[in-house]
């Protein structure tokens, strides 16, 4: 056929069962989106009880049945109809409270597979059952049912060959289903929810109301005694709170990061993306958090219109609530320290290893050290010339002094960018930079970049130029005034890593973040260098300072806690 002759064809009204499935490609992706689209209508019926039963991964079987109010007998065919649904009073899209409001979930479902309702809205133990073929009514009799509905779906996509045939294979469908059902389960912790997949049960929860709990019992019991509450704060007419593990508990993917929105599990993306900005830095490389992150709001003030699934919302102030929740991930995750965590060494001898802390730190009689981001801790002294021990009241503390040292490097640089009244140091002897033609091309380039980060170069010869400022970095830069670490780190690295920054192409945020990064680990005290004790008060106190002492820039761990039930344990007081 030409193009012409396609042009040509009349505009006209496409059948109702045509028009039908078309809506259910845009509803029913797959097995997982029946589950979803099911249980939403338990929940918004009230059910506190909900089964799911799935057999060969959703395309065979698929039965949710619950304990809500049911649907009357009169009302069960206008179920079954496009765009007919009890979720909106007032047709006021503002104002929506519940998770389905379109009504387009079982005709879509029909629409593509047998769909079989049996419904009670009363303690008769009498309701009916309607079943539909193709979209149309096969059965409608009378079927014994206490209140509640049990809606089941067979051979889906048995009328879509090529949506059939996409379909993954059963045990990759399952995984998505049980993906599904543990979003909503934390979207609802007062529902009570069991899958079973093919005779065999999955996954169950109690339905306790508690999200913590829910959360162990859908993630397992390692997570138990490691989540730590976020919130509540009030920001923009939002009430914003939830969940994180601890920095220890990391996932390698995203499928552990949920947001809740007025009940539903969402993905907005650009909340998304302002909360993983938050928490990158604190976590080491490629790895994620275990996070429940739950807003509440006026429903005036959240669009859930603009995903055709629902999986996705817009909060009319979004950045807003974006800060104000990163902010509570990055106090979280930057202070909590490691716990230490020792498997049983029956073998170990503690007169066969070398002395581990240095003999002049035994009496320690120092002022505790008192900080805004740590407890009050008490100096002991420096272990293998590489940690600093310390007694808290809640513990000892392990503190690396390589990663503290970047940590206060780290946030001193950056606090400088774009800061309005502090003035970068001037080098009492400015540092010569001699460059190859090459290099000094590029290097020229970044001149306006890097003075707006603190370093201040001149041209000083065709290939040669004259480092005048810094920023004040303490323990690197000699002269700096107040200077506790002086001459701890390694001034040497500093041109090097300049240089070494410079010669990239990238450019931007992620160059300076880069270039930050890069100097304060390069240029910080090294491991295994002994310090006097009070460079090592100097340390914490300036650690303490920080806003986030417990992860270094790259998001390792440098601050652990060995605490009071560990030595209970034990020793077996």
Aim: charged share 25%; hydrophobic share 40%; with cysteine.
């Amino acid at each position: 056929m030409s193009a012409n002759e396609r042009a040509r064809r009349p505009i006209r009204v496409l059948p109702p069962a045509l028009a039908a499935r078309i809506a259910a490609g845009e509803v029913i992706e797959r097995p997982a989106s029946v589950v979803k689209e099911l249980v939403e209508n338990a929940l918004d019926a009230g059910a506190r009880q909900i089964r799911i039963e799935v057999r060969g991964g959703g395309l065979t079987l698929i039965r949710v049945s619950d304990d809500g109010i049911g649907i009357p007998p009169d009302e069960l065919p206008l179920a079954c109809q496009r765009h007919a649904t009890s979720k909106l009073p007032g047709d006021d899209l503002t104002q929506i409270r519940t998770l389905g409001f379109r009504g387009e979930a079982l005709p879509s479902i029909a629409a593509v597979a047998e769909l079989t309702l049996v419904s009670a809205a009363d303690d008769s133990g009498v309701g009916r059952r309607l079943t539909l073929r193709d979209g149309a009514v096969a059965v409608d009799e009378p079927a014994p049912r206490p209140r509640g509905t049990t809606v089941t779906v067979c051979r889906l996509f048995q009328n879509v060959p090529a949506r059939l045939a996409a379909a993954g294979h059963p045990q990759a469908e399952v995984a998505l289903i049980s993906q599904t059902v543990r979003r909503l389960a934390l979207a609802a912790p007062h529902a009570r929810m069991t899958l079973k997949v093919d005779e065999r049960q999955v996954l169950q929860t109690s339905g306790s109301g508690d999200r913590a709990t829910t959360l162990i019992e859908l993630y397992g019991p390692a997570l138990a005694g490691r989540l730590q509450p976020l919130g509540p704060i009030e920001v923009a007419g939002a009430c914003i709170s939830g969940l994180i593990a601890d920095p220890e508990v990391t996932r390698p993917g995203r499928n552990q990061v949920h947001v809740i929105v007025n009940d539903r599990w969402t993905q907005p993306r650009g909340l998304l993306t302002t909360i993983e900005a938050a928490y990158r830095p604190l976590l080491p490389r490629g790895r994620h958090p275990v996070l429940v992150l739950v807003i509440e709001t006026e429903p005036n003030k959240v669009d859930v219109n603009i995903h055709p699934s629902k999986l996705e919302v817009r909060l009319l102030a979004e950045q807003e609530i974006g800060r104000a929740a990163g902010e509570l991930i990055r106090t979280v995750l930057g202070r909590r320290p490691r716990s230490l965590q020792l498997p049983p060494q029956d073998d170990f001898d503690p007169l066969a290893t070398a002395p581990l802390v240095a003999e002049e730190s035994s009496a320690y009689d120092d002022d505790p050290i008192v900080t805004p981001g740590l407890p009050p801790l008490r100096l002991i002294g420096q272990v293998r010339a590489r940690l600093l021990l310390l007694e808290g009241p809640d513990g000892l503390y392990l503190i690396d002094q390589h990663r503290a040292h970047e940590r206060i490097l780290y946030e001193r640089l950056k606090a400088l960018h774009g800061a309005e009244h502090e003035e970068p140091f001037v080098l009492p002897d400015p540092l010569l930079i001699e460059l190859r033609p090459a290099q000094a091309a590029r290097f020229s380039q970044r001149l306006d970049e890097l003075a707006t980060l603190g370093f201040r170069c001149e041209v000083f010869g065709t290939h040669t130029f004259l480092l005048r400022t810094a920023p004040p970095m303490p323990g690197v830069l000699p002269g700096l005034s107040g200077d506790a670490l002086a001459a701890l780190g390694q001034p040497d690295e500093l041109l090097k890593t300049l240089l070494a920054l410079a010669d990239e192409e990238a450019a931007g945020e992620t160059w300076k973040e880069r270039l930050w990064v890069e100097l304060a680990c390069r240029t910080a005290v090294r491991r295994g260098r002994p310090l006097e004790r009070s460079a090592m008060r100097a340390l914490v106190e300036a650690l303490g300072h920080t806003a986030a002492p417990a992860v270094c820039p790259h998001g390792s761990p440098l601050l652990l806690r060995i605490d009071q039930d560990h030595f209970t344990r034990a020793f077996g007081w």
